[in-house]
């Protein structure tokens, strides 16, 4: 098999059930740039941060690709039968529990943090701004998706925002602060 079809060379992708579609349709740009952040994710795991955090990040690039095949599904075929295209509640919360078990080791918070810091931390920043992106994408879907959905990615841009403030932490690199 080889990589390149030639199906696309017109503009137009398939979705999950064989749509076609605009490559410019919004549920394409929408699992495009829920791509992207997995991507970045990849390149801040390029950086060999602390164990704990790349088995986080692995997760999370993990839990992308179902994202991304759930948005590319909008009869909603495959997430009935398929367990690894599962995103629901339980995944909000393993966030918001692994935010607020990172958040222990962090000073509080008294102002906004300017980006930056070690190339790591300065990468999961911009990672957290793809997310955002993406959850607006999402969000401007019409029929709407799953609203666990859109709460997945709003969780995840938190709990990116803290990681990144965990990598400087334990960088030693101080938060500049606006």
Request: glycine share 8%; proline share 4%.
């Amino acid at each position: 098999m080889k990589l390149y079809t030639r199906t696309g060379d017109a503009g137009e992708t398939s979705l999950f059930d064989g749509t076609r579609v605009s490559k410019a349709e919004g549920r394409v740009d929408a699992y495009g740039e829920v791509d992207e952040l997995s991507a970045w994710l990849g390149v801040v795991r390029a950086f060999r941060i602390d164990a704990d955090l790349d088995a986080a990040l692995a997760l999370l690039q993990r839990d992308l690709f179902a994202l991304g095949a759930r948005l590319s599904d909008p009869a909603e075929k495959i997430a009935p039968r398929v367990a690894k295209v599962a995103l629901g509640g339980d995944d909000v919360t393993r966030l918001e529990a692994l935010i607020d078990r990172l958040e222990e080791e962090l000073p509080p918070l008294g102002h906004f943090i300017v980006a930056g810091g070690v190339p790591a931390g300065a990468s999961l920043h911009l990672a957290r701004t793809v997310c955002r992106r993406a959850e607006r994408r999402v969000v401007a879907l019409r029929p709407p998706v799953a609203p666990e959905l859109v709460r997945y990615l709003n969780r995840l841009s938190d709990l990116l925002f803290v990681i990144a403030r965990v990598v400087n932490h334990r960088a030693g690199a101080a938060e500049e602060t606006w």
